[in-house]
């Protein structure tokens, strides 16, 4: 069993930076891929960014590609998401996930999420 925490979402203005944080807790949880996904009303949530369990492998949405960069701290068994540049479509509640990679499907663990709102 893993279970996750976020932090870091708040309210930021356009253009703002914003780092997300993700602790995973559980005796698994340092060897699994993670992600970030996030998720308006109203739709479906939406992944952003995955991350190996080793670091050494990441990809990334479209559109957050160049603009949002994940990371781990494997010492810490955290997981980061640095966005830069953040514009009012950014804003959504924000889950860091593990043991998946390319679907919401595929991961087996979710964090409470995190709100982000850009104001413009």
């Known amino acids: 069993q893993v279970h996750l925490e976020e932090s870091g979402g708040g309210l930021v203005q356009a253009g703002d930076s914003l780092t997300l944080s993700c602790v995973a807790y559980?005796?698994?949880?340092?060897?699994?891929?993670m992600g970030w996904f996030r998720q308006v009303p109203g739709k479906e949530r939406v992944l952003l960014a995955t991350i190996s369990w080793s670091g050494s492998m990441t990809q990334y949405a479209d559109s957050v590609k160049g603009r949002f960069t994940i990371s781990r701290d494997p010492d810490k068994n955290t997981v980061y998401l640095q966005m830069n540049s953040l514009k009012p479509e950014d804003t959504a509640v924000y889950y860091c996930a593990s043991g998946g990679w390319y679907t919401a499907d595929e991961f087996r663990y979710w964090g409470q999420g995190t709100q982000v709102t850009v104001s413009s």
């Open positions: 559980g005796d698994s949880a340092s060897s699994l891929p």
